[in-house]
Nanobody, 121 residues
Framework: QVQLVESGGGLVQPGGSLRLSCAAS????????MGWYRQAPGKERELVAL???????NYADSVKGRFTISRDNAKNTVFLQMNSLKSEDTAVYYC???????????????WGQGTQVTVSS
């Protein structure tokens, strides 16, 4: 079994900041990429940010310069620091990990349960 547990969502005013955390646990051999996706009401799930084991990052254009993704490989944890939040950042944020498990071939995607981020005055 593999679990991705998120924390840090909530309600914040426009211009404010939040920090999301996600810890992966369970039967894991290695983790390739970790990251965050989000889904707003009536919209498709979209990539927010990804980070590889080596520290390479990829951001959605809409969050560049405002969000920073980081990772603690020793603790299988990924963070998303969100600054200068806007109302359009309101969504459910999902943690994502592409990981390998013992006795399984290849890498598979796993998802957290999601955490709500609401940006409103």
């Amino acid at each position: 079994q593999v679990q991705l547990v998120e924390s840090g969502g909530g309600l914040v005013q426009p211009g404010g900041s939040l920090r999301l955390s996600c810890a992966a646990s369970g039967s894991i051999s290695s983790i390739n990429a970790m990251g965050w996706y989000r889904q707003a009401p009536g919209k498709e799930r979209e990539l927010v940010a990804l980070i590889t084991t080596g520290g390479n990052t990829n951001y959605a254009d809409s969050v560049k310069g405002r969000f920073t993704i980081s990772r603690d490989n020793a603790k299988n944890t990924v963070f998303l620091q969100m600054n200068s939040l806007k109302s359009e950042d309101t969504a459910v944020y999902y943690c994502y990990a592409a990981l390998r498990r013992p006795y399984y071939t290849g890498s598979s995607p796993y998802w957290g349960q999601g955490t709500q981020v609401t940006v409103s005055s």
